[in-house]
């Protein structure tokens, strides 16, 4: 059975809830304008009240993409000529209060082309009117069928983002009659609170990409129709009984509703252990309808390694984003965005970057196994977001301290005694663009030096066999790469890093102490059929950090085919991370690094053989007096020297 979690990108996600909206708004105006001739004689049922205070209607240019995006764009599956010719066009866009979008329109021949000369004019003319038309029948369908899904509701207030498009409203009564709606009586200058919304204590506007659900079966998403979830399992969403129905039967067997319902069922029951998190924001980031964009910018959370968590600013290449740092030196893209990794949180980045050194650091005792006692450890506030960039370090922490010493699997390794652990981590983009929070693990384990090695088809190019050092210099982390300052003396305590733009079972090198994968989507890419092969025959300690029991089954498919190996049943991962991911078609709960589990692999052929086991001594015979014994006398050392010597020697 097959789900959407975060493996799936979601700009391309939100494009094709985009698409599907315009194409059911186009096909429903068109069919509107056929059935009503006279358009403002429609009747327009009078909706419930939206809890957002107003809705704006903002006026957009179209221009082309701009060099930066193209990659983006390529990598999307997106022609960019394709973009070009929408150049001098403009888009009216609805959004709520806080930037959540509602639904667009396009106008194909541009704000000026479509009015032609009607606004100079008092508003009267042609053009105006089919433009007033064009904005009426846009609000109506965003009231009908939010983008966002919801049951169909209606503003308090409408705002306008421009003066020539609330001048032509604010002319036309009827247009204002039918929405059954009150105009704001200034046009906005900006998108910016207004004196009135600050002293209330309001929310600063920010376009936001909500996450998009859609049925399970038929993809339709939740505008046109309202999803339900199973009644049995309450995790896959379907929009029709039929879809339902449909799911229960589906061939083969396996892939059937009905042969993981109760499993389903199973992980559901997981979703209060996942969502006991210590932290203040914990009842917002655990939320069913929870929004990533609106947490990030509500916290300013726009620079350093956020950039790779939201959907507005990341990209492969960070000149997408003004406020991140840009290589203007001899640096590759991929080596810059380092110098402020927590971003806005400085107090964070203070305490665990430029912190005294790790034999400064109180001792642990015992191994932390929860974030408030690491939080506590550390200093550092629970209000604060940081373990969201910290997740990976501790997990690989918690599997150092924790559970490789309660594999039974590998008891010679002995790991908490090693001086050094080279650890290979496979398939981890987000890591790897994320490697200052890694040296956490050098005041958490400050008698061990490691070496952290990057494998995956995912990384820069230019990283391909580039080597790194994390250590500290003026009282602060820094990432060194010695191919730019070669005369650079590094410490004893240095993480050293490395990259290998390569699938695993393509590099050739020394054997790891360990492997570690976060989020590797074994049942989604072909190379894992080749991968687990290779970690068969390695035989090393193997953990990978899943977002789901789901996909922690679906990994234990393709490993019992791959290797004929299996896996540990997963356990929850008391360091993952504390945002939740929503799942498009279900309403699993999905946390990155949520679930850990380790390969357990099937036995070399000598360990098959049975033990041979110690013959039993013959029952002793009592033999006759003068008869010679069948077997060899056991001869004492005395005896042995003398038959030696008395034995015929060879003449030279």
């Not at 490395?498 to 050739?508: E, N, S, T």
Request: include cysteine; hydrophobic fraction near 35%; glycine fraction near 6%.
């Amino acid at each position: 059975m097959e789900l959407v979690s975060s493996h799936r990108d979601r700009m391309i996600e939100f494009s094709e809830a985009m698409a599907q909206w315009y194409r059911c708004f186009q096909t429903t105006h068109m069919g509107r304008k056929e059935a009503h001739c006279d358009f403002w004689g429609y009747d327009f049922p009078r909706y419930p009240m939206d809890r957002s205070p107003y809705w704006i209607l903002h006026l957009m240019d179209c221009a082309a993409p701009p060099p930066a995006a193209i990659p983006r764009l390529e990598q999307a599956g997106v022609d960019p000529s394709e973009l070009m010719s929408s150049d001098g066009e403009s888009v009216l866009m609805v959004t709520d209060a806080s930037g959540l979008p509602l639904g667009f329109d396009v106008l194909a021949g541009g704000w000026a082309g479509s009015l032609g000369g009607g606004e100079a004019a008092g508003g009267d003319g042609k053009g105006a009117l089919e433009t007033i038309q064009r904005m009426v029948g846009l609000l109506r369908r965003c009231m009908e069928a939010p983008m966002s899904g919801g049951l169909p509701r209606r503003p308090r207030m409408l705002h306008v983002n421009d003066k020539k498009l609330h001048r032509l409203l604010s002319r036309c009564e009827k247009a204002l009659t039918i929405l059954k709606m009150v105009l704001w009586p200034q046009a906005l200058v900006d998108w910016g609170l207004t004196e009135v919304e600050q002293a209330d204590g309001g929310e600063s506007f920010s376009m936001r990409w909500p996450p998009t659900c859609y049925c399970h079966v038929c993809k339709k998403h939740s505008f046109p129709s309202q999803l339900k979830p199973c009644s049995q399992c309450k995790a896959v969403l379907y929009c029709s009984d039929q879809c339902s129905q449909t799911d229960q039967i589906r061939c083969p067997e396996d892939a059937s509703h009905q042969h993981w319902c109760e499993k389903l069922a199973c992980y559901m029951s997981h979703h209060s252990q996942l969502a006991d998190l210590p932290f203040s924001y914990a009842a917002e980031v655990t939320a069913d309808d929870f929004d990533l964009e609106h947490f990030l910018n509500k916290n300013k959370l726009d620079s350093g390694y956020w950039v790779h968590w939201s959907l507005l600013v990341r990209s492969p290449r960070y000149e997408l984003h003004p406020t991140v740092e840009q290589s203007r030196g001899p640096y590759p893209h991929w080596f810059t965005g380092h110098s402020e990794p927590f971003g806005p949180l400085k107090k964070e980045g203070d305490i665990l970057l430029c912190s005294p050194a790790p034999h400064a650091v109180p001792r642990i005792t015992k191994p932390l196994v929860l974030w408030c006692q690491y939080c506590e450890w550390r200093g550092i506030s629970l209000s604060s977001p940081a373990a969201v960039l910290l997740s990976s370090p501790l997990s690989i922490y918690y599997i150092i301290t924790s559970l490789v010493p309660r594999d039974c699997e590998f008891p010679e390794l002995n790991i908490l005694k090693k001086q050094s652990l080279k650890i290979h981590i496979i398939d981890s983009y987000r890591e790897f663009h994320t490697l200052m929070v890694f040296w956490e693990l050098s005041i958490l384990l400050p008698h061990i030096t490691f070496e952290l090695v990057f494998i995956g088809e995912g990384l820069p190019p230019e990283s391909d066999e580039e080597q790194l050092f994390l250590q500290k210099k003026d009282g602060c982390v820094n990432l060194v790469n010695p191919s730019f300052t070669p005369d650079e003396k590094l410490d004893r305590r240095s993480i050293r890093v490395k990259g290998y733009r390569r699938a695993y079972h393509m590099l050739q090198g020394p054997k790891p102490d360990l492997v570690i994968g976060f989020r590797p989507a074994i049942q989604l890419q072909e190379s894992w059929l080749s991968t687990l092969p290779r970690l068969q025959s390695l035989r090393v300690p193997a953990y990978f950090c899943e977002v789901s029991e789901l996909s922690c089954e679906c990994s234990q498919q393709v490993m019992s085919q791959a290797t004929g190996g299996t896996l540990s049943p997963p356990q929850v991962n008391p360091f993952h991370c504390p945002l939740r991911i929503t799942g498009g078609d279900n309403m699993l709960p999905w946390y990155s690094n949520a679930f850990i589990f380790h390969l357990m692999y099937k036995p070399l052929h000598s360990d098959k053989r049975p033990s041979v086991a110690h013959p039993k001594a013959p029952p002793l015979q009592v033999e006759p007096a003068n008869q010679e014994p069948e077997y060899p006398v056991k001869m004492s050392r005395r005896d042995r020297k003398q038959a030696a010597h008395n034995m015929p020697r060879k003449r030279k």
